[in-house]
């Protein structure tokens, strides 16, 4: 991953702080999410500090508003990033965990619990890939949905609509996803309810932050509380800032041109590991997907580590897939022997990812696999 800003992203920044005294929330970040709702084709969205942030603040909305009591069920998958399952259980909620499938990293749609009480579904998008929306929504029909899009921005339904239009979704922006504000998320939701508690929730509760046409008739009714300093809701501080949103906007523009050249190059990608499907597993071909990295997932494990001396020869930075199996972290140790997840474990002691960006060219993917293939001695 090189720098993926740019000097005309720079320039604009300069001009931007040349020209202002304010840095803080303000209009810069609200033109930033009126520009990304208009590219999701969503009614709301929330520019906030990172997609982890943007994670606990939908849940604890959601939470809130469709009273949701303590200890009720969310489906979560066993490999996924941390803050798609920490939230569940800091905000007072029980995760209950699926194994994935190989195709797609999603949810194991062949294995999913028989569980009526699963109050919400937590799906992450991950890598790029597309999950499984439909047989969810087919097992779990009461359920609330929400998507962790975070570092699959662009994927679409089968429709041609681009993914994010559930009840809430989250997007990332942090250095090396499909584009960046360096650190910062996005929370969409066609809900304006929810909008608006999340509004509340972003800026620590405070009632400033309702929508202009609710703020009379809410403050009115607390007449001995200055209507500045009025907290409605339980908060955080979660509000990102102008420079940020300056550099989003400049960055959105490029967004869509960033995920075709992602596609084009995990195609290619493709085309090369499958020559080799003996050896390794070959994930999800959708057209409807948005690459994020090239996974890389030996069907034996033993091969993993000439993969890696492959890589490291080469000098291409490599990563496990996402955190592997996460019921193996100390982290959820209370919850290890809760969920058999063998495919979960594929990805732990078998897989390895490479990062996919705008920057990444043919004959970089030519080489990779040469080093790959060399080590291998295949």
């Known amino acids: 991953m090189k720098s993926a800003i740019t000097d005309s992203d720079k320039i604009k920044l300069i001009e931007f702080i040349a020209s202002t005294d304010k840095f803080t929330c303000g209009e810069k970040v609200a033109e930033f999410e009126r520009n990304w709702s208009e590219w999701l084709a969503c009614k709301h969205s929330l520019f906030v500090t990172s997609g982890s942030t943007a994670n606990i603040l939908l849940l604890s909305a959601v939470k809130e508003l469709y009273k949701i009591p303590n200890g009720s069920k969310v489906l979560v998958p066993a490999c996924t990033w941390v803050t798609n399952v920490a939230p569940v259980f800091q905000l007072g909620l029980e995760p209950v965990f699926c194994d994935i499938n190989l195709k797609d990293y999603s949810f194991d749609t062949e294995n999913l619990p028989n569980d009526d009480d699963i109050k919400i579904v937590f799906v992450t998008h991950l890598l790029g890939f597309n999950a499984p929306m439909d047989k969810l929504k087919e097992k779990y029909p009461k359920a609330i949905f929400l998507e962790d899009i975070c570092e699959s921005h662009g994927i679409k339904e089968p429709s041609g609509r681009k993914r994010g239009h559930g009840t809430g979704s989250t997007f990332s922006f942090y250095f090396g996803h499909h584009m960046t504000t360096i650190e910062g998320g996005m929370v969409c939701t066609n809900n304006t309810e929810l909008y608006e508690l999340m509004r509340l929730k972003r800026n620590h509760g405070c009632a400033r932050h309702l929508l202009p046409e609710n703020y009379d008739k809410v403050t009115s009714q607390y007449p001995d509380i200055n209507p500045a300093f009025l907290f409605l809701t339980d908060g955080y501080n979660f509000k990102n800032t102008e420079i940020n949103a300056v550099l989003g906007i400049e960055q959105l523009k490029r967004l869509d041109e960033n995920i075709q050249i992602r596609k084009d190059n995990y195609?290619?990608?493709?085309?090369?590991?499958?020559?080799?499907?003996?050896?390794?597993?070959?994930?999800?071909?959708?057209?409807?997907?948005?690459?994020?990295?090239?996974?890389?997932?030996?069907?034996?494990?033993?091969?993993?580590?000439?993969?890696?001396?492959?890589?490291?020869?080469?000098?291409?930075?490599?990563?496990?897939?996402?955190?592997?199996?996460?019921?193996?972290?100390?982290?959820?140790?209370?919850?290890?022997?809760?969920?058999?997840?063998?495919?979960?474990?594929?990805?732990?002691y078998n897989g390895v990812y490479v990062g996919n960006s705008q920057f990444v060219t043919n004959y970089m993917i030519e080489r990779l696999f040469t080093s790959v293939i060399e080590s291998l001695k295949l």
């Open 267 to 348: 195609e290619y990608f493709i085309k090369k590991l499958i020559h080799y499907e003996d050896y390794f597993h070959i994930p999800d071909t959708s057209s409807s997907n948005s690459s994020y990295a090239f996974p890389i997932i030996c069907k034996n494990k033993d091969n993993r580590p000439d993969v890696i001396k492959g890589l490291d020869n080469l000098g291409v930075e490599h990563r496990p897939i996402v955190s592997g199996n996460l019921l193996k972290h100390p982290f959820l140790h209370k919850w290890k022997d809760t969920c058999t997840a063998p495919n979960a474990d594929i990805l732990h």
